[in-house]
């Protein structure tokens, strides 16, 4: 006898709170689809001329409003659990916001390097996280072994690439 019932693929839509925490999981999507862009653009663009594009600019402007939701959502929930904000959630808004005011940043420094290798990388793999559990939130689960493996190889792939954009090319 199994005592195990199947939940809904559209579990999250019964009440307000489970809305806001899927389209919080939604923004990891945009994330990572804009992290991917800028660092396929990067590879075939080593001198960044594709940061002035209407394309990119658009790009950012919606992984900007992705990553100020997912801040605010964020703080919301964690506010509850720990009272003092962490403003590393932040970070990742400010980057946004920093392409889209047309700020230059000249990587010279090896720690800059690291720092922006560790921002990328840390947002891919924060976004594929986010579309791998969206996966399984709407009932993809019997496919987890599959959706892994393509996360880590999307994430190694784009790991390399932007390791040697950061660290060989620059």
């Known amino acids: 006898m199994n005592l195990e019932q199947k939940q809904s693929s559209f579990w999250w839509t019964r009440n307000s709170a489970s809305i806001v925490y899927f389209l919080r999981e939604l923004t990891g999507v ?3 689809g804009w992290t991917i862009y800028f660092l396929t653009s990067a590879i075939f663009d080593p001198t960044l001329t594709f940061l002035k594009t209407a394309t990119f600019r658009i790009a950012s402007m919606i992984g ?3 990553a100020i939701f997912h801040t605010i959502t964020w703080f919301w929930v964690t506010v509850k659990i720990f009272p003092i904000p962490l403003m590393s959630a932040f970070i990742l808004p ?3 916001w920093a392409i889209l005011s047309n700020a ?3 990587l010279d420094s090896l720690l800059l390097r690291g720092y922006f290798f560790i921002l ?3 947002a891919l793999y924060h976004g594929l996280y986010r579309i791998k559990t969206i996966l399984f939130d709407l009932g993809l689960e019997k496919y987890q072994k599959i ?3 393509l996360a ?3 994430f190694l792939f784009y790991t390399f690439n932007a390791a040697s954009l950061f660290f060989f090319s620059l």
């Open 120 to 122: 990328i990388i840390a």
């Open 64 to 66: 900007l409003i992705a």
């Open 30 to 32: 945009f994330i990572a």
């Open 152 to 154: 880590v190889i999307i």
């Open 147 to 149: 959706i892994g493996l």
């Open 104 to 106: 230059s940043i000249k």
């Open 94 to 96: 400010i980057h946004f």
